[in-house]
Each structure stands twice: as C-alpha cells, then as structure tokens.
C-alpha cells in the first residue's frame, strides 16, 4: 500500500508539474490522499483490548491519540473472525488473508478489537482468549 501511494502521490506531483488538465490532477491527488488515509491507519495506528471489571475497553489510537469504546460484558454475544484485507496470488506470492476480530453487541452492531491479523490461527486464539476473558467478567 506504502509503494501504491508513492507511486500515485510521484505521478499526482508530474501531473502538476507539466501542467496537465486539471481533472487528471484532481482525480490521481483524490486517489493519493485516500491511499494516504490507508497507510497512516496501517503503520501508524495500534488497538488494545483490555477486559476487566466486567467491561470490555477498546482503545484505538493514531499517533498516540486515543479513541476508547467501553462495551459491558453482558453485552458481548460473540468475538467472530472476519476477512478484512486480501492480497490475490501472483506469480511470485501466495493469495494472503488478513484477518479482524469484531465484537458481537447484542443489537447486532461491532466493535472491531482488532485488525490485520495475518495468521488465522492467531486470530482464532486471540478470540477465544477474549471470550474467555468476557465469559470470566
């Protein structure tokens, strides 16, 4: 994702220096910042999950600015795996799977706990740790 964004960020950055009609800078400089957005959320962004006094906290947080979600432990029904990013094979490279671990409310909405887990077996134990740990609160 880093080399993508160099890539559309270097061309965005030719196309304002030859002077190419605007729509072109526009579209490549739309498509640069949101791969920005991508690439600051993956290296610069960490999540901690903390389970005690029958509360689950999920603190997220961007260059050490944290975002916190408290969730009752009654209220968690499940901690599920869900595919998040997908690499496809390439002649050189294996099909990867990268996957989060949200949180189960009981109305159906999710807190996600977790991101970007590249093993599966990783991500199972680290939910059923968390289930555990939500089950002993």
Do not use: H
Not at 84 to 112: F, H, S, W
């Amino acid at each position: 994702m880093t080399f993508f964004f160099l890539l559309f960020a270097g061309i965005t950055g030719a196309l304002i220096y030859f002077d190419v009609a605007w729509i072109f800078e526009i579209g490549f400089g739309f498509f640069s910042a949101l791969m920005l957005i991508f690439v600051v959320d993956l290296w610069f962004t960490s999540t901690r999950v903390v389970i005690e006094d029958g509360k689950v906290r999920v603190i997220r947080s961007t260059f050490g600015i944290p975002r916190t979600t408290t969730i009752p432990c009654s209220d968690v029904t499940d901690v599920k795996l869900k595919i998040g990013m997908q690499q496809q094979q390439t002649m050189t490279q294996d099909a990867k799977a990268y996957y989060d671990l949200p949180i189960v409310r009981k109305n159906g909405k999710e807190v996600t706990a977790g991101s970007s887990v590249r093993d599966k077996r990783e991500a199972e134990w680290l939910a059923e740790q968390m289930l555990l740990q939500i089950a002993s609160s």
